[in-house]
């Protein structure tokens, strides 16, 4: 007998429509500091080497910059530039009046110290949140930049869930671009956080007592559906791309840090892959480009 799977379309956290509805918002108040102010905030994106996955990204970022009314400042740079030419760079958008935010595609390939890029821009600019200023700001409870695809995350999770006090989570994964952000803005929602990682014991013992997962270990189907606590909330950050011979010869497939359909049986909500928080990510770099944009200029928002 062919085995039945359960329809979870119900269960689908939709980020494309998410990340629809805050790209609007953003539209509107792009609009409004245009009519109201006179300002168009400025978003640059900078990008070293030909990386074809960032190539994608930053294009991707490019055209949805233009979408909502802002000014896209695009800068390719080749793969062999010096860390000093490269500072140089964003020293020189620091100064920018135009530019309001400032984005460095990662990875930067090997010979670049990413630490000391990151460090070189301005934390008011740093519209991926991932300078020290803004990581000690979350962490304190300040104004911070807040990396996007952990803001996407949460504002799903707001949606979704409404108040997450005394909940668990778990965050897999503990990267300064998703990991360790996400467990601190969950840590101020007034969940439990775990934090697990590739040393963690009993893996799946620590998942199964979760009410809020947040998958971003970067590794394919890793967190099995069986780990997932009945009426769970899914959170899949991974976007790993795997072979997929039953689709024909030399065929790829997206999967996440998740084992989908199984866990979908058993979650309460979940994101997929692709569609998910993918869309989020970019919807939340624009927010944080108008936020930093109405705080350099003292606008109340
Ligand atoms: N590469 C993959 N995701 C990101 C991101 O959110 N920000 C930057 N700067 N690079 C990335």
């Given at each position: 007998?062919?085995?039945?799977?359960?329809?979870?379309?119900?269960?689908?956290?939709?980020?494309?429509?998410?990340?629809?509805?805050?790209?609007?918002?953003?539209?509107?108040?792009?609009?409004?500091?245009?009519?109201?102010?006179?300002?168009?905030?400025?978003?640059?994106?900078?990008?070293v080497?030909?990386?074809?996955?960032?190539?994608?990204?930053?294009?991707?970022?490019?055209?949805?910059?233009?979408?909502?009314?802002?000014?896209?400042?695009?800068?390719?740079l080749?793969a062999d530039i010096s860390q000093s030419h490269l500072i140089a760079k964003v020293a020189?958008?620091?100064?920018?009046?135009?530019?309001?935010?400032?984005?460095v595609?990662?990875?930067l390939p090997m010979n670049l110290d990413e630490a000391s890029v990151i460090a070189a821009?301005?934390?008011?600019?740093?519209?991926?949140?991932?300078?020290?200023?803004?990581?000690?700001?979350?962490?304190?409870?300040?104004?911070?930049?807040?990396?996007?695809?952990?803001?996407?995350?949460?504002?799903?999770?707001?949606?979704?869930?409404?108040?997450?006090?005394?909940?668990?989570?778990?965050?897999?994964?503990?990267?300064?671009?998703?990991?360790?952000?996400?467990?601190?803005?969950?840590?101020?929602?007034?969940?439990?956080?775990?934090?697990?990682?590739?040393?963690?014991?009993?893996?799946?013992?620590?998942?199964?007592?979760?009410?809020?997962?947040?998958?971003?270990?970067?590794?394919?189907?890793?967190?099995?559906?069986?780990?997932?606590?009945?009426?769970?909330?899914?959170?899949?950050?991974?976007?790993?791309?795997?072979?997929?011979?039953?689709?024909?010869?030399?065929?790829?497939?997206?999967?996440?840090?998740?084992?989908?359909?199984?866990?979908?049986?058993?979650?309460?909500?979940?994101?997929?892959?692709?569609?998910?928080?993918?869309?989020?990510?970019?919807?939340?770099?624009?927010?944080?480009?108008?936020?930093?944009?109405?705080?350099?200029?003292?606008?109340?928002?």
């Amino acid at each position: 007998m062919p085995t039945t799977t359960a329809d979870t379309s119900d269960k689908i956290i939709d980020g494309k429509a998410f990340a629809a509805r805050l790209r609007r918002e953003v539209l509107n108040d792009v609009a409004d500091l245009k009519d109201r102010h006179g300002i168009v905030p400025g978003l640059a994106v900078v990008i070293v080497g030909e990386d074809p996955a960032s190539q994608v990204y930053v294009r991707n970022k490019v055209k949805l910059t233009k979408e909502v009314g802002m000014n896209s400042f695009h800068h390719e740079l080749p793969a062999d530039i010096s860390q000093s030419h490269l500072i140089a760079k964003v020293a020189e958008l620091n100064a920018d009046p135009l530019v309001n935010g400032i984005l460095v595609q990662l990875p930067l390939p090997m010979n670049l110290d990413e630490a000391s890029v990151i460090a070189a821009i301005s934390p008011e600019k740093d519209v991926d949140g991932l300078h020290v200023i803004n990581a000690g700001l979350l962490a304190t409870g300040g104004k911070a930049m807040v990396p996007c695809t952990p803001l996407g995350c949460k504002i799903m999770l707001e949606e979704t869930i409404g108040d997450m006090s005394g909940m668990k989570a778990i965050v897999v994964g503990r990267s300064i671009l998703v990991g360790k952000p996400i467990a601190q803005l969950l840590l101020n929602a007034n969940c439990t956080v775990t934090m697990a990682h590739s040393r963690t014991k009993n893996l799946a013992d620590e998942v199964r007592a979760a009410d809020i997962v947040i998958a971003a270990v970067g590794r394919p189907e890793m967190i099995k559906g069986s780990w997932i606590k009945k009426g769970a909330v899914v959170i899949d950050v991974g976007i790993n791309r795997i072979d997929a011979p039953e689709r024909g010869e030399g065929k790829t497939r997206l999967v996440g840090d998740v084992e989908f359909a199984t866990a979908a049986e058993q979650a309460s909500a979940i994101t997929p892959v692709p569609g998910g928080v993918g869309p989020m990510t970019i919807a939340c770099l624009l927010q944080n480009t108008v936020t930093a944009t109405y705080r350099q200029q003292g606008i109340d928002f």
